[in-house]
């Protein structure tokens, strides 16, 4: 049986022609975004096709070592490298993040001898923003006697816990800037606790020393 000729061209005799070269590219923009936690360097054609990219991540770098000028200075070279083997020599700088890595990300990319024609920094800044949490503010208050005045605030919003931490806090400020001499400590036998009662006494003992606290002591 006779053998097929194979067409020429085809899968079996292989390509014919000389390989696609690379691109050219004379002129790019060098996206840098440096957060706390990692920096992203990403090079990108004048119509916004991504060419090279490179992060603190994809070089290595663990946990919070991402977040490190090194890294940043790293991630930049190795997105540098790649344009530069394919003929980039004018950028344009594009930063954006609060990142430790926005310094050293720029110091790589003028030390690989790419000439830049602006650096702009793009993060985003907020005109109004989020609503802002309402004023502490009294809502209340008012003197019920001499020795005992009330006041009530709003203070919002707390976490679980924290409004008790809080208002301890504030007690314990505001009775030590009280001037005066008061009746602080009790001293009873056989009483065991404040909510005990007292044989021949209508009021608890609570009742008595709440009573007590009322009392006006002169110098």
């Given at each position: ?180 001499t008061c ?19 209508q009021e ?16």
């Amino acid at each position: 049986m006779a053998k097929s000729i194979p067409r020429s061209g085809s899968r079996r005799t292989g390509r014919i022609g000389s390989r696609k070269s690379a691109r050219r590219i004379p002129k790019g923009v060098i996206h840098v975004q440096a957060s706390f936690n990692n920096t992203i360097v990403t090079v990108t054609d004048v119509r916004g096709r991504v060419i090279s990219w490179s992060s603190a991540g994809t070089c290595g770098f663990r946990g919070t070592r991402r977040g490190t000028p090194f890294a940043a200075q790293t991630a930049a070279g190795n997105a540098i490298r790649t344009v530069a083997d394919q003929g980039m020599q004018r950028a344009e700088v594009m930063i954006k993040g609060p990142g430790l890595g926005r310094d050293a990300a720029l110091r790589a990319i003028r030390r690989s001898g790419i000439l830049l024609n602006f650096v702009r920094d793009v993060t985003p800044m907020p005109h109004n923003g989020c609503r802002p949490p309402k004023k502490r503010r009294c809502v209340e208050s008012r003197a019920d006697s001499k020795r005992l005045y009330y006041g009530r605030f709003i203070l919002s919003p707390l976490m679980k816990g924290q409004a008790d931490t809080i208002g301890i806090a504030m007690r314990r400020a505001l009775l030590g800037e009280i001037e005066g001499t008061c009746i602080i400590r009790a001293k009873s036998e056989k009483i065991p606790h404040e909510y005990s009662t007292v044989v021949g006494i209508q009021e608890s003992v609570h009742e008595i020393l709440m009573n007590l606290k009322e009392n006006c002591i002169e110098k």
